[in-house]
T-cell receptor
Framework: GAVVSQHPSWVICKSGTSVKIECRSL??????MFWYRQFPKQSLMLMAT?????????EQGVEKDKFLINHASLTLSTLTVTSAHPEDSSFYIC???????????????FGNGTRLTVT | GQQLNQSPQSMFIQEGEDVSMNCTSS?????WLWYKQDPGEGPVLLIA?????ELTSNGRLTAQFGITRKDSFLNISASIPSDVGIYFC??????????????FGKGTKLSVIP
């Protein structure tokens, strides 16, 4: 159980275009999802916390107008990279926690990531 | 912000050997999590620790939550080629039900020589 599906698994886009990445919890409901970015050979860095039915909370240094997050339902969050540039090329990973479980007893489950390449 | 120091950064071992890696923090954590990430994939949870002093096993993996709540270690016994990957420790921070976030260590890259 607790499967998180991310789509697409990889995408190549031209500079200046926008790309949408979907994150779905397949067999559970998630009131909170998290979006991470990982550059090659580095750790995961939290970008934003996505809350169902409310605005996302962005980490310091992450532009909310560039990385649009929409958590429209209890099973879906989307990250849209707007006006993408080559420096946005990275591995984007979402994660979710089962709804209703207390914070410290419910580990995050991760999607398989989306490799974004901006040319 | 909170930081997790993970060591070693990388290790090369012979198949069949045991492996040990650890994670330390200057802050107290109430939960320690160990994840494994294969190339091009998201992290997969290996072991979750919720109580200081707790020792938990998952097959050939064993992890312990340090008594001070500022450290944790992960051991892998009798390593096999499929153990290759990057191992991350992680701990939650933040407050409020449903809003905690994870801080990740920088990872330990494990290579197993057949």
């Amino acid at each position: 159980g607790a499967v998180v599906s991310q789509h697409p698994s990889w995408v190549i886009c031209k500079s200046g275009t926008s790309v949408k990445i979907e994150c779905r919890s397949l067999d559970f409901q998630a009131t909170t999802m998290f979006w991470y970015r990982q550059f090659p050979k580095q750790s995961l860095m939290l970008m934003a916390t996505s809350n169902e039915g409310s605005k996302a909370t962005y980490e310091q240094g992450v532009e909310k107008d560039k990385f649009l997050i929409n958590h429209a339902s209890l099973t879906l969050s989307t990250l849209t990279v707007t006006s993408a540039h080559p420096e946005d090329s990275s591995f984007y990973i979402c994660s979710a926690r089962v709804r209703g479980r207390s914070s410290y007893n419910s580990p995050l489950h991760f999607g398989n990531g989306t490799r974004l390449t901006v040319t | 912000g909170q930081q997790l120091n993970q060591s070693p950064q990388s290790m090369f071992i012979q198949e069949g050997e045991d492996v040990s890696m650890n994670c330390t923090s200057s802050s107290i954590f109430n939960t320690w999590l160990w994840y494994k990430q294969d190339p091009g994939e998201g992290p997969v949870l290996l072991i979750a620790l919720y109580k200081a002093g707790e020792l938990t096993s998952n097959g050939r993996l064993t992890a312990q939550f340090g008594i001070t709540r500022k450290d944790s270690f992960l051991n892998i016994s009798a390593s096999i080629p499929s153990d290759v990957g990057i191992y991350f420790c992680a701990g939650p921070h933040g407050s409020g039900a449903g809003s905690y976030q994870l801080t990740f260590g920088k990872g330990t890259k494990l290579s197993v020589i057949p």
